[in-house]
């Protein structure tokens, strides 16, 4: 079983720029699609980014298209969510999940089977 930990949220103004890490342990990520997931206060989970096995294939929800980029380093066995043009509406906690069932992306949370603890992203008006 493959464990997640999330790293690099804080706090940041609005218009900058973070970089989310999910450092994977206890067996390799690189046969897990990997996805990145959040959760603002009274509100539910929602998908962000996704990223299949090799790093080819990404996924994005609407609302981050254009401004988060979700890659991987298979080597390092971590995957990363940069995050430019933070919003005030952006703030929530990030969730890292692995999908091992198959390499294609889904974006239903029940897909995913493993998850991180989540750090906290809050993003200044």
């Known amino acids: 079983q493959v464990q997640l930990v999330e790293s690099g949220g804080g706090l940041v103004q609005a218009g900058g720029s973070l970089r989310l890490s999910c450092a994977a342990s206890?067996?390799?990520?690189?046969?897990?699609?990997t996805g990145w997931f959040r959760q603002a206060p009274g509100k539910e989970r929602e998908f962000v980014a996704a990223?299949?096995?090799?790093?080819?294939?990404?996924y994005y929800a609407d609302s981050v298209k254009g401004r988060f980029t979700i890659s991987r380093d298979n080597a390092k066995n971590t995957v990363y969510l940069q995050m430019n043009r933070l919003k005030p509406e952006d703030t929530a906690v990030y969730y890292c999940a692995a999908d091992r069932r198959t390499n294609q992306i889904r974006t239903q949370i029940t897909a995913y089977d493993t998850w991180g603890q989540g750090t906290q992203v809050t993003v200044s008006s």
């Open positions: 990223v299949t096995w090799s790093g080819a294939g990404t």
């Open positions: 206890g067996r390799t990520l690189s046969t897990y699609v």
